[in-house]
């Protein structure tokens, strides 16, 4: 399929570079691609970045119907624009896509779905150390209809949003409480596909944490309340004993894609990762054994986020004295080294724009 | 607060009546009232029936902070036109609201909202038998925004939709499959709340169970698979050895209206009614003792859903000979017969709009 191409008459004011935040301005294009059922998908377009015209009765609105992804473009020192992995992120939306029942994309046209929006809107993407271009790919489902069921519609969108450094002020360990009350996911649910549903859900856990001067809630498994699962929006890591743990995937966690390079690169390096259910009780009696050495949380917002700090019920336990440990920072250092294009890509993980 | 109202100069076609379905067709008008942080609810008005330009960053599209509620209006013989409960449907609004981190709204500012706008679109209300007036308010959350945290601003909408008759062919009992493998919510999790992202959750176990040729699905426990929750998208209950039975709400299951309304109905008529953990094995041997005399859905699309046959893992039985039952009846005729406006109501349920 060839990709249309309509560009602004109207480009934005660019905002202020250096003040960025994440995820508050967008581009001035957007990709579009509508499905209807007998037809498939058709019509992939960009366009100006306008609002959807949406039917207050859209399924997505009611019924939840909607994944969506998250990956960003860096601007490389020798100008390249380069993307981390995108066909996983598109491998991921099929297998989002399968649980929801929306119709699969074509993966490698999705990559290039990616790389002709992100090429229009490169003079958007930020250079100073440690930004990006964040790129949201998301389908939503859009019959306007009010029973339930599949919809026979939907839309694929890509928006695109300048975001700054996570980590303006260096990379501060965050504070977690463990969250005992409210669950996320469980098996035979949607914890493992990228959907809105998962993020509704977290929602209240995550206002209350931060009520309690917690960053983010470390979810635990919602049938014994005791397996770790994940942490905020992000996968969760553990050296314990010169040996790194993270959660096996069980059908109620998300597949990171960090996670999974997180794990494939301290493989390379020679340090032993396994991946295995653990039990809050195991970290907290590795804590008081003094062999947890470091807790890291992986997602493609922060790529790394360090845990200095777990509350569990009221019983806190500070990690690696409050600081960023080697292994997190080596992860952090290699991943971020490789996404921006400063160190060689000797997995192969990069793709240049063009 | 008074609601503004902009009559559409472009009145639709009207739908056949008598050829209506459900959730397909909308009324002329729309009610829209929005919320900032900071001002709270404001400028509530109703307008033309339109497309909503959303932006595509909404945050409703990426993180499902939303709720919904169903609720019917009916023409009486009389002319009257009835609400069934609409205050009940309001004190849900805020409860799963305050699950969802949305801010609450004045319950009867909400059923005044409702009565306005029905009374503007009354003339789409059918009047043959079994038919109403679908109405259905719903809350988005409208920050264009990708972060993960709650929204600031809202919209509150209801839109109405002419429905059918749900039993053009007299009431034939559902074949139900029991689930064993997909979840729908758990204790902690989001099942007590209207919220899109139970519905979500469901779209994928309803569509197996319907390629193995059954209406719906019955949801059991996400922790032991063994406590029965309820079936697609109402409340079940079963008559066993003279003593209905319900699941008692243990925070995952959806505490209908028609669910409340039937107990308090078959209480008033002197039949033990029972709220309480019930397995599926409790189910089958009580039909193996002969003393599962029926079972039925409850839920506002349906009203009553007879239940004639379940599939527990490929063991089929068949309640009642697959025919509806006497109580599932008494409930349909009393429920339906004041809705309508045929019966007395006896117990204050129904709302007249003006």
Redesign the interface.
Known sequence: MNISITKTTNPKQKPDMNNLG???Y?TDH?FIMDYTEGKGWHDPRIVP?A???????SM???????I?E?LKAYKAKNGHILLFRPDKNMARVNSSNE???IPSIDEGFGVQAIKELVNVDSDWIPDAPGTSL?I?P?I?ATD???????SDTYKF?I?L?PVGAYYKEGMNPVKIYVES??????????GFAK??????????A??EAKHSGYTQVLWLD??EKKYIEEV??MNVFFKIDGEVITPSLEGSILPGITRMSTIEMLRKSGIKVTERRITIQELYDAHAAGKLDEAFGTGTAAVISPIGEFNWDGNVISVNGGKIGPVAQNVYDTITGIQSGELEDTFGWTQIVK
């Open positions: 994440f995820g508050t967008f957007m970045y609002p959807l015209e949406m039917d207050p009765a997505v609105l009611h019924y939840g119907q909607a969506f998250g649980r929801l029942v964040y949201r998301f939503i306007p209809y009010l029973g339930v069921r599949p969108i928006i949003s009350n409210y669950v996320r996911a469980v098996k035979g649910g949607l959907t809105v549903a998962n993020y509704a859900s977290s929602l209240k995550q206002v919602g049938i905020g929006t």
